[in-house]
């Protein structure tokens, strides 16, 4: 059975950091990027970061750039997203998804991927 589970969400104040966990089973890890998606209420999911297993290339969206940083525990199946200097404008419930092979650029729309978690939210206070 293929599972994607989310940890590491929660609330936290302006400025402060979280760090997201993904743990995969039931795929081989190695041959699907992982990448981490945001919906917020009223708005459309959006790609976030995305790390491929293959050669350890990232992605990472413009409004999260140098706060947020993806890696990769191939040994674990586990992905990270450590999230620093945390905005009110990032609360929203996050997503990791699979996609095989690397990441597509931009991330990609969210339909292109196979396996979804079932999310964790993330609220950040002002």
């Known amino acids: 059975e293929v599972q994607l589970v989310e940890s590491g969400g929660g609330l936290v104040q302006a400025g402060g950091s979280l760090r997201l966990s993904c743990a995969a089973s039931g795929f081989t890890f190695d041959d699907y990027a992982i990448g981490w998606f945001r919906q917020a209420p009223g708005k459309e999911r959006e790609g976030v970061s995305c790390?491929?297993?293959?050669?350890?290339?990232?992605y990472y969206a413009d409004s999260v750039k140098g706060r947020f940083t993806i890696s990769s525990d191939n040994a674990k199946n586990t992905v990270y997203l450590q999230m620093n200097s945390l905005k009110p404008e990032d609360t929203a419930v996050y997503y990791c998804?699979?996609?095989?092979?690397?990441?597509?650029?931009?991330?990609?729309?969210?339909?292109?991927?196979?396996?979804w978690g079932q999310g964790t939210q993330v609220t950040v206070s002002s």
């Open positions: 998804a699979a996609i095989p092979f690397e990441c597509p650029l931009g991330a990609g729309p969210a339909v292109w991927y196979d396996y």
């Open positions: 790390i491929s297993s293959s050669d350890g290339s990232t």
